[in-house]
């Protein structure tokens, strides 16, 4: 689950089917050529640019700190739609003796402690830049020494401390939107490197056009870049398109086995409230 830029009730209606917030039903919608011209135009009139972009860039990874240090592991909740969606891993579970791994940017554990709860033979190499989302992996009750190894490391400026080639798969999850869009190759580079051939990434991340984009275009004082806002709590998020993905990916010789976008509207009833949410799914392979 992503981080919200405002108010909390939003929060809980950011993923999949089996998270719906109570009182809250969801659906997928169709997105039409209108909606795009009308979202665009709004994107459009926000023309400020936040005045300290030096300063989210490099206090990135204390700002994730202090998020965590304020949220705790309450935030996001567990991903449980991922062991359905990634079908790949669950069959390379079913044949192989030890399945490895990488969650780059995990966060504290939502993606990583329900697949090995599902999947005995995971054995996962984990890391993220907020050194209290780290602490949090390694005090959780599932927390496991012996398959799962989690570590600090900015994808940005360091290496990544696992050795490169050796991982069947690697999850990159809300994630990339987090980083100055400058770094994506050299991000994916990275990645990239870490999967043996054959290895699978499984990418998902904020679309153009999802409501929260539309609400910091809205206010106007959120703009850091094209597409990419700061937070209240000076976290970052970038809405990618399916085209930038793609670009991307492909650069450093991924190829696609899929790429779409998620549309999903949620809806209250009761309070009347209705949003409408862009994700980007895709999975590439290392061939
Ligand atoms: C929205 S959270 C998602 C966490 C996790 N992937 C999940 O599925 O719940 C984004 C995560 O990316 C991490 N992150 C952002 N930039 C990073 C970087 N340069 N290096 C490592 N981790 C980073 C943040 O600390 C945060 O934990």
Redesign the pocket.
């Known amino acids: 689950?992503?981080?919200n830029p405002e108010p909390q009730e939003e929060v809980k209606t950011v993923e999949g089917p089996s998270e719906i917030p109570e009182g809250h039903s969801v659906k997928y919608y169709e997105w039409t050529d209108d909606m795009t011209q009308k979202c665009q135009d709004v994107i459009d009139e926000d023309e400020n640019y936040h005045p300290e972009a030096g300063k989210l860039k490099k206090h990135?990874?204390m700002n994730?700190?202090i998020?965590?240090s304020n949220n705790k592991t309450n935030f996001?909740k567990n991903?449980h739609y991922l062991i359905k969606e990634f079908t790949e891993m669950k069959e390379k579970c079913d044949d192989q003796e030890i399945v490895r791994l990488l969650?780059?940017?995990?966060?504290?554990?939502?993606?990583l402690f329900p697949l090995c709860k599902d999947l005995p033979n995971l054995h996962v190499d984990a890391?993220?830049?907020?050194l209290k989302?780290v602490n949090l992996v390694k005090e959780h009750e599932k927390f496991e020494e012996e398959r799962m190894k989690v570590e600090q490391?900015?994808?940005?400026?360091d290496d990544i401390p696992f050795e490169a080639g050796t991982h069947d798969f690697a999850?990159?999850?809300?994630?990339l939107?987090?980083?100055f869009p400058e770094?994506y190759k050299d991000?994916i580079q990275k990645v990239y490197d870490q999967l043996n051939q054959g290895g699978i990434l499984y990418f998902r991340d904020y679309g153009k056009y999802d409501m929260a984009q539309m609400r910091f275009a809205k206010k106007k004082t959120s703009k850091v870049l094209d597409n990419f806002y700061v937070r209240g709590d000076k976290?970052l998020a970038y809405y990618f398109t399916i085209e930038e993905v793609d670009e991307l990916m492909t650069s450093v010789g991924f190829k696609k086995l899929s790429l779409d976008y998620h549309y999903k509207e949620f809806e209250n009833r009761k309070k009347g409230l209705k949003m409408h949410r862009v994700w980007i799914q895709a999975k590439y392979i290392k061939e």
């Open positions: 689950m992503e981080p990135a990874g994730w700190h998020f965590y996001f991903r969650d780059a940017g995990c966060g504290v554990g939502n993606a890391f993220d830049f907020a989302a490391c900015d994808l940005v400026r999850i990159l999850i809300f994630v939107s987090a980083i770094h991000v976290t």
